[in-house]
């Protein structure tokens, strides 16, 4: 499956931005997908994830309760929904999708075979 990350821009801290992941070649719903993201300088970090069946959800502490990931099968997309923006959420963003149906991890890189190219997020102080 193809992935292609889009939404990124430069925003105020407080504002918010929704991130979109469009996904080709495969069918998008039988895959798990996940937002990563990656600072200058630092290793890319686990954001959320969402199981192919779009009932469970995951979030890395720094975001939860501010961030909301969604996948809408019919338009074979997935978004990341991002409020009350920080400059430390600065960073390239970048969505992920795996076809497994047992996660041991997902909050790991290793266990995603398919990543889109990445959609950058600014946060201005």
């Known amino acids: 499956v193809q992935l292609q990350a889009s939404g990124g821009g430069l925003v105020q801290a407080g504002g918010a931005l929704r991130l979109s992941c469009a996904a080709a070649?495969?069918?998008?719903?039988?895959?798990?997908m996940g937002w990563f993201r990656q600072a200058p300088g630092k290793e890319r970090e686990f954001v959320a994830h969402?199981?192919?069946?779009?009932?469970?959800?995951y979030y890395a502490d720094s975001v939860k309760g501010r961030f909301t990931i969604s996948r809408e099968n019919s338009k074979n997309t997935g978004y990341l929904q991002m409020n009350s923006l920080k400059p430390e959420d600065t960073a390239k963003y970048y969505c992920?999708?795996?076809?497994?149906?047992?996660?041991?991890?997902?909050?790991?890189?290793?266990?995603?075979?398919?990543w889109g190219q990445g959609t950058q997020v600014t946060v201005s102080s």
């Open positions: 969402i199981t192919w069946t779009g009932d469970r959800t």
């Open positions: 992920a999708a795996d076809a497994r149906r047992y996660w041991s991890d997902y909050s790991n890189t290793y266990n995603y075979d398919y």
């Open positions: 070649g495969r069918t998008f719903s039988s895959y798990s």
